[in-house]
């Protein structure tokens, strides 16, 4: 009789949230091929970043770190019930994370209540009998990851995206978390490079290419780009670059009289967004929508005929794969891997970042040749079927788990 695996967890610093679908569908896809996933969170989500039943699902049924820690009967068991089973390892994890503290008392603080949040976060895994532990993004959940995993002898992974966490690696670590993790999913060449910067050679064999996917089944029905509808979804902050593409907009206005843009997200920055698109004759053009489902956002990429994102800084954009797996045609900015995933002239454009003039001709370039754009969409479908699917990846990081990823 063969016995049923034991089940993973994945951990990150707040899940679900609409931000972060990619992770969810992940966790989707693991268990369709048979795993047991368990799902944890350093934070509970407020409720206005889940977008739709499914969401709101996942978010009951995640077990939530910091809300248990905050019962003192709970958080003195965990660490007891620690220390008792395997007090060396207890001792080690606490100096470790004294060793890992960034500088200053609040890093030191900081530091301790990572080091408690582990102790509550192996307790729970514990009881659901967990094997290995996953953990997206890398940084403070990682961390508690990290402590856990020395206090508890559960493994641990993670995902490394970027590009944020490599501003700052010595602060987060990452050469300590990539030392101890089983192995590192990398989710582009550019950013499995940096990791490869930050890290001791010997450790590089762990560090794995993995993509973040999508499923194409999803935007498969959708008709070719014919008109000048564009589409921009992302958080609404500083980063992703969304003035540069309101001020890119006012001269394409003359030629395209009935060019719309369509904003779905939203952050602390919609205020200061909506109030440059008024004043700057845009009020007619510009529509921000806030959050959206993924089956809305599907349904805004079928009526859209061009996807614009002018990010700053990236990884490898999920929502540019979504738009490829659509057949939009797509303009974005040379930067970090998304030339991995969008090569110029191909499924889209791409343009320097924070370049005004440029981003204006590349979506005239695309508006004004829609035979262009048909083509552009096709290859971007094309494109993500062969390299970026969500059932693909998720199978890789499964032998990931299992130690026989290649």
Not at 170 to 192: G, T
Not at 331 to 353: D, F, K, R, S
Not at 363 to 380: F, Q, V, W, Y
């Amino acid at each position: 009789m063969t016995e049923t695996p034991k089940p993973i967890a994945y951990l990150t610093g707040e899940y679900p949230r609409a931000t972060d679908t990619f992770i969810q569908r992940e966790v989707a896809a693991l268990r369709d091929q048979g795993l047991t996933v368990d799902t944890c969170s350093i934070r509970r989500t407020g409720s206005e970043h889940h977008v739709g039943e499914e969401q709101r699902q996942e978010a009951a049924n995640t077990f939530h770190v910091l809300a248990a820690a905050k019962s003192p009967i709970t958080l003195i068991t965990a660490h007891f019930a620690a220390l008792a089973r395997r007090p060396g390892a207890y001792f080690r994890a606490l100096f470790l994370a004294l060793k890992t503290a960034p500088p200053g008392l609040r890093g030191f603080l900081f530091q301790l209540f990572y080091f408690a949040e582990a102790a509550v976060l192996a307790q729970h895994l514990r009881r659901k009998n967990v094997r290995h532990l996953h953990n997206h993004i890398a940084k403070s959940s990682c961390t508690v990851a990290m402590l856990m995993s020395e206090m508890s002898g559960i493994p641990y992974s993670f995902t490394l995206h970027g590009p944020d966490i490599f501003f700052a690696p010595d602060h987060w670590r990452l050469d300590e978390k990539i030392a101890r993790a089983k192995s590192v999913a990398c989710i582009s060449h550019f950013c499995r490079s940096q990791a490869m910067a930050l890290s001791d050679p010997k450790h590089w064999h762990k560090l794995h290419i993995i993509h973040c996917g999508v499923d194409p089944d999803l935007y498969a029905d959708t008709k070719p780009p014919s008109g000048h509808r564009l589409l921009f979804v992302g958080r609404l902050a500083p980063v992703k670059g969304l003035p540069i593409l309101l001020r890119a907009l006012v001269p394409l206005i003359e030629d395209f009289k009935d060019l719309k843009l369509t904003v779905i997200g939203d952050g602390e920055g919609r205020k200061a967004l909506e109030h440059q698109a008024q004043t700057a004759g845009l009020a007619e053009h510009v529509e921000f929508v806030g959050y959206k489902n993924q089956t809305e956002v599907a349904e805004a990429l079928a009526e859209t005929d061009l996807f614009v994102l002018p990010s700053f800084a990236e990884g490898v954009p999920v929502v540019l794969m979504e738009a490829m797996a659509a057949a939009r045609p797509v303009v974005t900015t040379q930067i970090a891997g998304v030339p991995e995933l969008v090569e110029n002239g191909q499924a889209g454009l791409l343009v320097p970042p924070g370049d005004t003039d440029a981003l204006s001709r590349a979506i005239a370039t695309i508006l004004s040749d829609p035979s262009r754009a048909a083509d552009m969409g096709a290859k971007g479908r094309q494109r993500v079927q062969a390299a970026f699917t969500v059932t693909t990846e998720a199978a890789r990081l499964a032998q990931l788990f299992e130690g026989t990823a290649q």
